[in-house]
């Protein structure tokens, strides 16, 4: 039997380090077993962990009586604040407290059990440790989400009045959209009038009534796609669109789609790579999916001169997959001219380690806020397309650009399809 060598309470921390991983996955089998937790099944491994590895880290520290790297009470606040984003009820968030407090006790009775020592000093302050730990963590969190509820319950007004005031953004945006798009058809029929009145002239020789002609045929080309997104936008605005949901084989569907799309890639010089499993069971509507995925491949056909485009697809949990359109191309501009769409959509991952690694991105939270590049082909469209979309299929959209190295588009859908 292994014998610890330093003291009770710093061989007590190694030995709740060494059995982090195992603490974790009891605390979410005990919130699964338990009837009370319903929210929790929604979320992945690293949205369930959230601060809690912060909070065992900070723990550890104090057995160690190391200087805290951290402050129980703000951790528990945030895991509060992420809990009531996650739409738990208060109930939900008490009992994942207590569970996780309930193994933290059960590993150290069955550590004195394994180690027993006479400085009873040692054990009792231990207990006493893990009490403070209680009581900041279910303080912390307790206090965060009543203050959130209390801040809801007597500040209706001002969400509506910012309700209101991002209709009319939405709305003034929508102007924007629609005028930008107007200005590129009256444009492109600009072209096709001048092109058709230069044909008439009698001295126009063969070469140039032929150039006029693929002139014409480019810009009628144009001036369909653009009404047919327009259509298309309008009936996702109007709620017109609905889901078929049904189990299918994403690996298949979407293997085939890029294949389609591969003579098109060949002709620009382009590399078009896909990559994901061939089986991917998933519940959604395969058209909505396919289109979403059309028109970010569009898109990046589109604007990539050079290089390549990849598209990939994975099972990113028990509960969502993922598919994500990268490419080479110019990037998106950061400033947002009017009448682009604009969007708010920079990832913010959860911190995926066990022990509760500082994520600098994850702490910060900084919005990245990226703009789509006005076309003459109307990409501000295509794009509000795949928005609304993604809405409709209860996706979510992210998107990563730089500036000369290209632009990735991150689609996370649903593995089976809920009820509401």
């Not at 330093?6 to 979410?28: C, D, F, H, K, Q």
């Not at 994942?96 to 059990?113: A, D, G, P, S, V």
């Not at 598209?311 to 400033?335: C, H, K, M, T, Y």
Request: proline letters at 4%; a negative charge; hydrophobic letters at 40%.
């Amino acid at each position: 039997m292994y014998t610890p060598v330093e003291s009770p309470l710093v061989s007590l921390a190694n030995y709740l380090a060494a059995r982090r991983e195992a603490i974790l996955n009891n605390w979410r089998t005990a919130c699964q077993n338990d009837p009370a937790c319903n929210t929790m099944a929604n979320l992945s491994r690293e949205e369930f962990n959230n601060k809690v590895p912060f909070m065992l880290n900070v723990l550890e520290d104090r057995l160690r009586h190391l200087p805290l790297n951290g402050d129980i009470k703000v951790l528990a606040e945030e895991h509060g604040l992420h809990r009531w984003q996650k739409a738990y009820i208060l109930e939900e968030l008490l009992v994942e407290i207590h569970h996780i407090n309930q193994m933290m006790l059960n590993e150290l009775r069955q550590y004195w059990k394994l180690y027993p020592t006479p400085e009873t000093e040692r054990i009792s302050e231990s207990y006493e440790y893990l009490s403070w730990f209680y009581t900041l963590s279910i303080n912390g969190s307790v206090e965060q989400y009543t203050d959130l509820q209390r801040i809801d319950a007597s500040s209706r007004a001002q969400f509506l009045q910012g309700a209101l005031n991002d209709l009319n953004e939405m709305t003034r945006q929508r102007g924007d959209l629609l005028r930008t798009a107007s200005h590129d058809l009256r444009g492109s029929f600009g072209v096709i009038q001048g092109a058709t009145s230069y044909l008439n002239l009698v001295e126009a020789d063969e070469p140039e009534r032929k150039q006029m002609l693929e002139m014409i045929n480019r810009n009628l080309t144009t001036v369909r796609e653009m009404v047919i997104q327009l259509m298309d936008l309008a009936r996702l605005e109007a709620g017109q669109e609905s889901v078929a949901i049904r189990s299918f084989n994403a690996g298949e569907l979407l293997r085939s789609l890029i294949e389609s799309y591969q003579p098109l890639a060949t002709q620009k010089g382009l590399v078009l790579q896909a990559d994901g499993p061939s089986d991917l069971e998933v519940e959604s509507d395969p058209l909505q999916v396919q289109r979403v995925v059309q028109n970010l491949v569009l898109n990046a056909l589109k604007h990539t001169d050079s290089g390549w485009i990849s598209v990939s697809w994975a099972r990113e949990s028990d509960f969502r997959w993922l598919i994500s359109v990268q490419d080479s191309g110019p990037g998106l501009p950061g400033n947002q001219d009017a009448g682009s769409l604009s969007q708010a959509l920079a990832p913010t991952p959860e911190s995926a380690a066990a022990f509760g690694f500082p994520n600098a991105e994850e702490n910060a939270r900084e919005e990245a806020v990226v703009q789509a590049p006005k076309s003459s082909k109307g990409e501000g469209i295509g794009l509000s397309i795949v928005k609304r979309l993604c809405e409709l299929l209860r996706a979510s959209l992210e998107i990563e650009t730089k500036t000369g190295e290209g632009t990735l588009f991150r689609v996370r859908l649903l593995m089976r399809w809920t009820t509401d």
